[in-house]
């Protein structure tokens, strides 16, 4: 059996619970506004990545694996590339300048053109697509950023949400997007209480970790994040 990435079990699952939530049946809604529908709550809760452990089939214990992989977003896959490839990817090469005195402003392009690597974690029974970071975006670690996105709750009351580079009806869990198009966002103490619609359109601030080895975790993490409604 092929050896699957954890999170995409959120596709599945998700779909599901959209479903029953009118999110694809009224998409063009979700979409536009984030506005609920009718009489429906204005937010559509997501699944929890840890909530799904027992979803995804086990590796059988594989040890891990030295291919590297790219996301294809013609056939919404991993596919192996070469050592040439890999080494003229554009996650070598480019160039990040970080903003020592204000927010870094970080494009989603740049967070998206990463590679990836099958990593056994013995805890899930399972190997996952581990995200291979390049070096300039390793400089991101822990520095403070601005990014725009669509936000998502995924567990409202414990206050995690996450930031998609796509509005809902396209995004990573309810489309086909790279699962390095969202962002986990973990909401400072001053914002802590505001709610936002499924979809709202925000400008978010906050310190930016690069997940290297959380198997229940998006690739990204924005920590401390305060935000801004966008138009």
């Given at each position: 059996m092929r050896p699957s990435f954890y999170l995409s079990g959120l596709l599945f699952s998700v779909l599901f619970g959209l479903l029953l939530s009118s999110c694809l049946g009224d998409s063009q809604k979700a979409m536009n506004g984030g506005a609920a529908a009718e009489q429906q709550s204005d937010s559509i809760r997501l699944t929890n990545p840890s909530e799904l452990?027992?979803?995804?089939?086990?590796?059988?214990?594989?040890?891990?694996?030295?291919?590297?992989?790219?996301?294809?977003?013609?056939?919404?896959?991993?596919?192996?590339?070469?050592?040439?490839?890999?080494?003229?990817?554009?996650?070598?090469?480019?160039t990040i300048d970080i903003d020592v005195n204000n927010p870094t402003e970080v494009r989603w392009e740049v967070l998206m053109n990463i590679l990836y690597q099958l990593k056994y974690y013995s805890e899930l029974d399972l190997s996952i697509f581990a995200p291979v970071f390049g070096p300039n975006l390793e400089r991101l670690d822990g520095q403070t950023v601005v990014i725009d996105?669509?936000?998502?709750?995924?567990?409202?009351?414990?206050?995690?949400?996450?930031?998609?580079a796509f509005p809902v009806a396209s995004c990573f869990f309810c489309g086909q997007a790279s699962p390095s198009s969202v962002i986990s966002i973990y909401f400072s103490e001053n914002q802590g209480?505001?709610?936002?619609?499924?979809g709202?359109?925000?400008?978010l601030t906050g310190t930016l970790t690069l997940n290297h080895d959380d198997p229940v975790e998006l690739y990204y993490i924005l920590k401390e994040?305060?935000?801004?409604?966008?138009q």
């Open positions: 452990a027992g979803n995804t089939p086990s590796s059988g214990g594989q040890p891990e694996d030295s291919t590297i992989y790219k996301w294809d977003d013609q056939i919404f896959d991993w596919v192996e590339i070469g050592e040439l490839e890999r080494l003229n990817h554009p996650s070598n090469n480019l996105g669509y936000i998502l709750p995924i567990d409202e009351e414990q206050g995690i949400w996450a930031l998609s209480r505001t709610r936002y619609a499924t709202d359109r925000l400008s994040a305060e935000g801004r409604l966008l």
